[in-house]
């Protein structure tokens, strides 16, 4: 079953690291997602900017909204997709991801969207 690891993390809190910190931080995701390649159950990998945009479409008028945004407290990091048994082992690999020592990891199992 595949499953999304999302890394929320805190706006700004990149920005907060110094060089030192930053590499840190990015080479325990980097041996992490070695980790999980080595294992089999890695099926893409991906780190996020904040730059973002929201589209809306609606009655046939689209609406684009350019990032970062105000009122947003969190943005999505990156994350890791995998190929898991079942939810109890993506949990179980979320809990040994490096960031959720300064981030959240929301587990979530990708499916139709009509469900």
């Known amino acids: ?33 070695g980790g999980l390649q080595a294992q089999g159950v890695l099926l893409g990998t991906q780190s996020l900017t904040s730059q973002a945009a929201r589209v809306q479409a609606r009655n ?3 609406q684009v909204v350019d990032g970062p945004f105000a009122e947003a407290k969190e943005m999505i990091g990156g994350f890791f997709l995998l190929n898991c048994t079942n939810r109890q082992e993506a949990i179980a690999l979320a809990e040994q991801c490096p960031a959720a020592q300064w981030a959240t990891v929301e587990v979530r199992e990708l499916g139709p969207c009509f469900l």
């Open 1 to 33: 079953m595949p499953y999304l690891l999302l890394i929320v993390e805190p706006i700004g809190q990149r920005e907060s690291r110094n060089d030192a910190q930053g590499r840190a931080a990015y080479d325990s995701m980097l041996a992490y997602a």
């Open 60 to 62: 046939g008028q689209t």
